[in-house]
C-alpha cells in the first residue's frame, strides 16, 4: 500500500507519497496561492501516484468537528480565494479514499510523538513559531480538539514593562502571534529574524513570550514536553534563552523534567508535518487511531 501526505501551510504546500514502510518516495512543494491554481495540481499529483490513505494538515482555523457544516473547511484567513474553502469535500469528491484531516500543527505533533524528539511520550505540546505562531496538542496518544482545535497562538499575554510595542494581531493585540511571530519580529525591529544579530538583546525579549506561552501550557496542561519548531525556533540562540526564561517565570511552581530534556527542538525539523500526515494516512488503514475521517 501507498500512502499520501499534504501539508498545507500558508506559504507552502507539501505533498509526498510514502510506501509501507513510510520512505518518502515522491515528494512535490508548491507556493501557497489561490485554490484555483493549486486544487487541480494537487488532484493531478495523487491521480499519478495513488495513494490508500491520505493524511492533510492544513493552515487554519479550519473546520474540525465531523458534526458541524463546516467541517473540512479552511474558515477565516486572510489568504486571497481560502477563507470559506471546502479543502477537504473538494477532495474527497477527486480522490474517493479515506482522507484524515487536521491541522499542519497537529500532524507535527503526531510526526514529533512516534518519529522525532518526542518518542515515548503521550502527552505534548507541538508549537511552531514562524509566519504565525500555532500548537497541535497531543493527549494520551491522540491528537487533541475540542468544539474546535486549539488557538495557542492566540494566547494573550502578559507583556514586560518596557515593551511598548503595539502588536501585529489584527484580533487581539497583545497575544502571542501578534508580538512574536514573524511578522511581529519584522514590524519590531525593522528587519526579519534572519537578520537580527545572535547576540542583540531582542532575543531576550522574544524568548520571553514564548517562554511565557510555555508556562502557561505547563500549568493547564501538564504536558511531558514541550518541542518547538518553525523557522524563528529554529534560531540557535533562542533556546537557551527560553529554556532560562521559562525558569524564572515558572518560579518552581510545579515539578517538571529537567528544562533540556522538557522544551526541545523538534527532532524531524522541517519535515515534522509531512512525516506526521503520512503516519495519520496509514492509521487510517491500520484503524489504530480515533480519525474524524471520511
Not at 5 to 21: S, W
Not at 123 to 146: C, H, N, P
Not at 164 to 193: K, S, T
Not at 218 to 238: R, S
Request: aromatic letters at 8%; one cysteine or more; glycine letters at 12%.
Amino acid at each position: 500500500m501507498m500512502f499520501g501526505g499534504i501539508e498545507a501551510g500558508g506559504t507552502k504546500f507539501v505533498l509526498a507519497v510514502a510506501d509501507d514502510n513510510l520512505k518518502i518516495v515522491v515528494r512535490e512543494h508548491l507556493d501557497t496561492t489561490q485554490p484555483e491554481a493549486m486544487m487541480p495540481v494537487i488532484i493531478d499529483f495523487f491521480t499519478q501516484h495513488p495513494v490508500t490513505a491520505l493524511g492533510i494538515g492544513s493552515f487554519g482555523p479550519i473546520g474540525v468537528n465531523p458534526q458541524q457544516a463546516d467541517y473540512g473547511y479552511i474558515k477565516k484567513t486572510p489568504k486571497p480565494g481560502w477563507a470559506d474553502y471546502p479543502f477537504l469535500p473538494r477532495l474527497q469528491d477527486a480522490l474517493n479514499i479515506p482522507i484524515y484531516w487536521t491541522t499542519d500543527v497537529n500532524v507535527a505533533a503526531y510526526g514529533e510523538m512516534l518519529a522525532g524528539a518526542a518518542q515515548g511520550k503521550k502527552k505534548l505540546v507541538y508549537i511552531t513559531v514562524g509566519t504565525g505562531i500555532g500548537a497541535g496538542i497531543i493527549a494520551d496518544g491522540q491528537i487533541y480538539s475540542g468544539i474546535s482545535h486549539p488557538e495557542v497562538g492566540h494566547l494573550l499575554m502578559h507583556t514586560l514593562p518596557d515593551d511598548h510595542f503595539a502588536g501585529v494581531c489584527p484580533y487581539h493585540q497583545y497575544c502571542l502571534e501578534g508580538i512574536a511571530a514573524g511578522p511581529a519580529i519584522a514590524a519590531r525591529n525593522g528587519r526579519p529574524g534572519r537578520d537580527i544579530t545572535r547576540d542583540d538583546p531582542f532575543w531576550q525579549v522574544e524568548a520571553y513570550y514564548l517562554a511565557q506561552a510555555c508556562v502557561d501550557l505547563t500549568l493547564t496542561l501538564a504536558p511531558e514536553m514541550i518541542v518547538f519548531g518553525g523557522g524563528v525556533a529554529n534560531q540557535q540562540q533562542l533556546m537557551p534563552l527560553i529554556r532560562s526564561s521559562f525558569i524564572t517565570q515558572l518560579n518552581g511552581y510545579v515539578d517538571t523534567p529537567p528544562v533540556d530534556n522538557y522544551i526541545v527542538h523538534a527532532g524531524l525539523g522541517n519535515d515534522a508535518g509531512i512525516v506526521g500526515s503520512l503516519l495519520l494516512a496509514k492509521s487510517l488503514v491500520a484503524k489504530t487511531v480515533n480519525s474524524p475521517a471520511v
